[in-house]
């Protein structure tokens, strides 16, 4: 089992910039991917970026690349998200997850095992 707990989220005016954390506990990540999803009202759940632990490579949703960064640390078991130029339009509830590295795709919410109970980003226009 993967425990998953977010934090960083708030209101924010459009311009400006948010740091998620989502700290990880349970089990060595290594043979992990980390992700970040998002969900907005009446919208499905969306796929933002994701980071293979064990290697560092990082993956990105088109409407982020150039705006948002996802990173990890080891030494905290903690992966981040860093969003800058925040618009409207990312406003959601934001999801950490963590799932196996060999599965299915890494694009797709239903291949990641693992999810934090999500918090609320708003940004305002």
């Known amino acids: 089992q993967v425990q998953l707990v977010e934090s960083g989220g708030g209101l924010v005016q459009a311009g400006g910039s948010l740091r998620l954390s989502c700290a990880a506990s349970?089990?060595?990540?290594?043979?992990?991917?980390m992700g970040w999803f998002r969900q907005a009202p009446g919208k499905e759940r969306e796929f933002v970026a994701t980071?293979?632990?064990?290697?560092?490579?990082?993956y990105y949703a088109d409407s982020v690349k150039g705006r948002f960064t996802i990173s990890r640390d080891n030494a905290k078991n903690t992966v981040y998200l860093q969003m800058n130029s925040l618009k409207p339009e990312d406003t959601a509830v934001y999801y950490c997850?963590?799932?196996?590295?060999?599965?299915?795709?890494?694009?797709?919410?239903?291949?990641?095992?693992?999810w934090g109970q999500g918090t609320q980003v708003t940004v305002s226009s």
């Open positions: 997850a963590a799932r196996r590295t060999f599965g299915g795709s890494i694009y797709s919410a239903t291949q990641y095992d693992y």
């Open positions: 349970g089990r060595t990540l290594s043979n992990y991917f």
């Open positions: 980071i293979s632990w064990g290697v560092g490579s990082t």
